[in-house]
């Protein structure tokens, strides 16, 4: 009988600890170039995987998928412990081909898997990860002090009609019965932890960025996503990054049927309330 993932996770622990310990005593000089650290914030549904798929590609650059970081700092995994399971679990992910819920995000001739110098490492967990730092603000500075090195969060952000319409979507695909209204209102308290961590970053340690404005133009959205993290963005790279993305940002919230009631209420709690997302509508 297989165990639920919840104790499948808890029961690999002490040998990702152990596993975890022993490489990193046996790549002593592994990490010894790396000058920040990647931490995706946000909601789900909101674009970060796209993101996170196009910068893993980059050859100085080494993301894992959904490790849950922040998971094993709390467990007390050293540094050199916590970037040898983001090595594995990109190296798995590239195995499996980079497909994640049901999209491929192989982006081909590119660095995915590997890396020529590793200059920058981290994690795309964004929608847990909000979560788990709005439960325990705190979770922060363990962080900074854990990596000891500058944290570079990056913020994606998409119409927030898509967003509650693609989560509602997966959801009841999954036989988790919800609704727009249940899951317009767990998305306030998102975007009000997103919003403290924002005030509580510098500002050249944060960049936002529109999962609309990636699709339409993808290399200077690219370029200014690299210059966050300190790394150059070659032409090659660019190109070949450039290929992988959608035509255009898909508008899930046309297969929902929303009320101008819950229309409005997104208007006045979220897209009014928080200038990050100002300029969004359901027309738009």
């Not at 094993?72 to 980079?98: K, V």
């Not at 967003?163 to 727009?180: A, C, H, Q, Y």
């Not at 690299?226 to 959608?246: K, M, P, Q, S």
Request: with cysteine; glycine share 6%.
């Amino acid at each position: 009988m297989r165990l639920p993932t919840r104790l499948r996770r808890a029961a690999s622990i002490p040998w990702r600890y152990a596993w975890s310990l022993r490489f990193a005593l046996s790549h002593r000089d592994l990490f010894s170039d790396i000058s920040s650290y990647c931490q995706f914030i946000g909601y789900p549904r909101s674009g970060h995987t796209l993101v996170y798929a196009l910068l893993n590609a980059h050859p100085d650059v080494v993301l894992s998928n959904e490790l849950g970081a922040l998971r094993f700092l709390d467990l007390g995994f050293s540094r050199a412990q916590l970037f040898s399971l983001i090595l594995r679990a990109d190296r798995r992910f590239a195995e499996r081909g980079y497909r994640f819920q049901g999209y491929e995000y192989q982006v081909p001739r590119q660095w995915q898997g590997r890396f020529r110098r590793l200059r920058v490492i981290g994690d795309k967990d964004g929608g847990r990860d909000t979560t788990r730092l709005g439960k325990d603000p705190a979770r922060l500075e363990r962080l900074r002090g854990r990596v000891a090195i500058p944290v570079r969060f990056i913020h994606v952000v998409r119409n927030p009609y898509d967003v509650i319409t693609t989560i509602v979507r997966r959801r009841n695909e999954r036989n988790e019965p919800t609704t727009l209204e249940e899951v317009v209102e767990r998305s306030g308290r998102a975007l009000s932890t997103v919003e403290r961590i924002l005030r509580e970053s510098a500002g050249d340690m944060m960049l936002t960025v529109r999962h609309e404005d990636l699709v339409r133009e993808p290399k200077p959205v690219l370029r200014r996503l690299c210059a966050h993290l300190g790394v150059e963005a070659e032409e090659a790279y660019l190109e070949d990054c450039a290929r992988i993305v959608f035509p255009s940002a898909r508008k899930s919230r046309d297969a929902a049927e929303w009320t101008p009631r819950l229309v409005e209420r997104v208007r006045a709690e979220s897209i009014d309330r928080y200038e990050f997302l100002a300029g969004y509508s359901f027309q738009s």
